[in-house]
């Protein structure tokens, strides 16, 4: 079975750009959610979709936005692009109940200069 | 608000002893506790849940982790710690809550360091 995929693995986009980051989750899991991962921060919650409604959101600015698709593939997009948006920004899907296990995609690397 | 404190920034530790990384959390309520590892440019591993019933929860490649639910831990042990097991490892916890939602809260990691 296929894991979690992001698309694209690197990327780096210049301030005030915006860009649009994706996810596929695995076969047959309903919920993605989205964390952003800095040394300064640790690992931060962005939101979460299941059945392409968002179902719970962090407390980021409203740049940050997502959805998802009824495939349940999942895009997020960050506008207006600042330098501390610079991260790792991880995808992870589950499957049903919310007892289980996140399974994380690699992750893509976004770099602001 | 949920929390969880790793307070380990790092741990270092002999290959064939014994490892313990420790974590502690807040949470209203009955807590959903994991640990997840996490290699170099890569993403989060999941290791061992904890939901319910039995304190100590065994998880993949030999680790466990005890619940302690009166001291609020849930610290992840190994018996026998090797030189692969170096990696970063993340406690994270959610509360039960209905709706499902699935809003983790993770520490800050703790890198473990097993040398020869």
């Known amino acids: 079975k296929a894991g979690v995929t992001q698309t694209p693995r690197y990327l780096i986009k210049t301030r005030g750009q915006q860009v649009t980051l994706s996810c596929s989750p695995i076969?047959?899991?309903?919920?993605v959610s989205w964390y952003q991962q800095t040394p300064g921060q640790g690992l931060q919650f962005l939101f979460e979709y299941f059945s392409e409604t968002q179902r719970n959101k962090g407390n980021f600015p409203g740049r940050f936005s997502g959805r998802q698709f009824s495939n349940s593939r999942s895009e997020m997009n960050v506008s207006t692009l600042e330098l501390g948006d610079s991260a790792l920004y991880l995808c992870?899907?589950?499957?049903?109940?919310?007892?289980?296990?996140?399974?994380f995609g690699p992750g893509t690397r976004l770099t602001v200069l | 608000a949920q929390s969880v404190a790793q307070p380990e920034d790092q741990v270092n530790v002999a290959e064939g002893n014994p490892l313990t990384v420790k974590c502690t959390y807040s949470?209203?309520?009955?807590?959903?506790l994991f640990w997840y590892v996490q290699y170099p440019n890569r993403g989060l591993q999941f290791l061992l849940k904890y939901i319910t019933g039995d304190n100590l929860v065994k998880g993949s490649y030999g680790f466990e982790a005890e619940f302690n639910k009166s001291q609020t831990s849930f610290h992840l042990k190994k018996p026998s710690a090797l030189v692969s097991d170096s990696a970063l490892y993340f406690c994270a916890v959610r509360p039960y809550q209905t709706g499902g939602g699935n809003k983790l809260t993770f520490g800050t990691g703790t890198q473990l360091k097993v040398e020869l």
């Open positions: 949470v209203s309520g009955n807590p959903y």
């Open positions: 076969s047959g899991h309903r919920s």
């Open positions: 992870a899907s589950r499957k049903g109940s919310a007892n289980n296990e996140q399974f």
